[in-house]
């Protein structure tokens, strides 16, 4: 019986961590757009939108398959989370090029001059999907207090 209140207590304190870290990911989104709203005028609200659009069908194309791929070759194969993540990064960097590429391109037909502010998206896009794979990296070793810890501290930096 002891046995089976100890699993009760390691499985609610995951859940409980997997809850606030979530729950500030969604706190965080729902505090973003009043603050957007009130920082930019219209026109700058809307290159924002047309910017983060694309640059989310950039990640979605180029970067979204990063941490399923490795989660399936490691579940699919019983291969360490770290040799699949290596195995993965010649064609990462390939696709980084890529999406870099089309990122300049995708603002350039949108006339947009800025380059800061393209590449500190690009960066900001790129920087998410690699803190992506490591919080994936995170969920395997099971160490959910820092899973917590890091998508809650990046969730409050993209505000």
């Known amino acids: 019986m002891r046995k089976r209140s100890h699993i009760a207590y390691i499985v609610f304190n995951k859940l409980l961590f997997y809850f606030i870290g979530y729950g500030i990911v969604i706190l ?4 973003k757009v ?31 398959w990063i941490s399923g ?3 399936r ?33 995708f603002c350039y037909f949108l006339n947009i001059n800025d380059v800061v502010v393209i590449v500190s998206a690009f960066l900001s896009s790129l920087t998410i999907q690699i803190v992506s794979v490591y919080l994936n990296y995170l969920i395997y070793k099971k160490k959910i207090k820092l ?5 809650c501290f990046q969730s409050l930096v993209s505000v």
């Open 28 to 31: 965080s989104t729902l505090i």
């Open 34 to 64: 009043p603050l957007l709203t009130n920082l930019f005028t219209s026109e700058e609200l809307g290159v924002y939108s047309i910017i983060v659009s694309g640059l989310s069908y950039i990640e979605i194309i180029f970067f979204s």
């Open 73 to 105: 070759h490691v579940y699919n194969y019983e291969a360490s989370f770290e040799n699949s993540a290596v195995e993965i990064l010649p064609l990462f960097t390939i696709m980084v090029v890529v999406a870099a590429t089309l990122t300049f391109f």
């Open 147 to 151: 899973w917590c810890k890091t998508i």
């Open 69 to 71: 791929t490795i989660w």
